[in-house]
């Protein structure tokens, strides 16, 4: 996706940064872009040694960004180690995190290159039961996330404010997203003082999360890599938007329903309770808030995901006004 934080690596900027870190007999054979993400620009590197990488680079510091983006991928490398250590996902290796902003004007990291394809890309192939394994295996990946307990309250990363309970730290990520769409001049069918108090209507449910969990926040198909030929997950990516929280965040519960592999695999029952309907009606303002104001800065090739992003925020809304407990309407990200 062409996208206002992305940037143009040069053939010669990209071996002048696989020299400093592998040395001067190493070359780049081919260095292909992955254009498929939103944010971090990637390319795909097959070195001489036979050896295959991803180089992933961060946004210039000069480019606008989401406040809760500033430190994002030093977050996404503290959750690919953790997750590496802590469960039996399969994440790639990191070979190196350069934030001396030396050669370029970025931080950048080195990941091994996955095999297969996006499972997005592949899903219409596979048969019903092995769909059906997939699903119950990402439930089973994704309960072992958000089993990992942290200290603290906010986002990954560790130069990102911290917070003792849940409701402080969702209150300041939404006020965080309403000052970022405030400073672009987004306009809402709302105020941007009414959706703030409209879920502060509802912050009491958020006392019932007493325990920061990781939560991944980006596990749909597209971020799970998938071989065809041996029918099996080879590796889950993207893990920067990685936060201490309360699991209905994942956007797996967005779409969720309680009869699915999915839910087989995650194995805990959720939404079962008004006030956990509510809590996701909370993060569902939240996403959609943010898939609204991102794509002012972002400056993406065409408006299909605000105008849907906006259809489910004035959904949301009604839900919150009207009683999310009592029915919340679910979604599915085209």
């Known amino acids: 996706m062409q996208s206002a934080s992305k940037i143009k690596l040069s053939h010669a900027l990209i071996q002048s940064l696989v020299t400093h870190h592998f040395g001067s007999a190493m070359r780049v054979q081919t260095a292909e872009e992955l254009t498929e993400g939103y944010f971090s620009t990637a390319y795909r590197l097959d070195l001489t040694d036979g050896r295959s990488w991803v180089l992933k680079v961060s946004t210039p510091s000069h480019v606008r ?132 108090e409209l879920a502060r209507q509802h912050y009491a449910v958020l006392d019932e999360i007493t325990t920061p969990r990781l939560v991944h926040w ?23 938007r990685a936060l201490w929280g309360d699991p209905l965040m994942e956007v797996n519960f967005g779409g969720y329903d309680p009869t699915s592999d999915f839910a087989v695999g995650y194995g805990t029952p959720v939404l079962n309770t008004p006030a956990q309907r509510t809590r996701r009606a909370l993060y569902n303002l939240y996403l959609f808030l943010i898939m609204v104001i991102e794509t002012y800065y972002r400056q993406y ?6 105008k849907w992003a906006r259809e489910q925020l004035a959904n949301t809304v009604n839900e919150l006004r009207n009683g999310a407990h009592k029915d919340i309407t679910f979604y599915s990200v085209p």
């Open 65 to 196: 960004v989401l406040r809760y983006e500033y430190d994002i991928m030093a977050a996404e490398v503290a959750a690919m180690r953790l997750l590496r250590e802590r469960t039996s996902l399969p994440v790639p290796e990191i070979y190196c995190y350069d934030t001396s902003r030396v050669l370029l004007d970025n931080e950048f990291f080195l990941m091994a290159c996955l095999p297969g394809k996006p499972l997005h890309r592949v899903r219409g192939e596979l048969s019903p039961d092995v769909q059906r394994q997939i699903n119950q295996q990402i439930g089973g990946y994704l309960r072992e996330i958000n089993a990992i307990e942290g200290v603290a309250f906010g986002y990954g990363s560790e130069n990102t404010p911290r917070f003792a309970n849940w409701r402080d730290a969702f209150d300041a990520m939404l006020q965080t997203i309403l000052q970022d769409g405030e400073d672009m001049q987004v306009e809402l069918p709302l105020t941007y003082p009414a959706y703030h």
């Open 301 to 306: 090739p065409n408006d299909g995901q605000e």
């Open 218 to 240: 980006d596990l749909w198909d597209g971020n799970i890599f998938f071989d065809v030929d041996t029918q099996s997950i080879m590796g889950i990516i993207d893990h920067e």
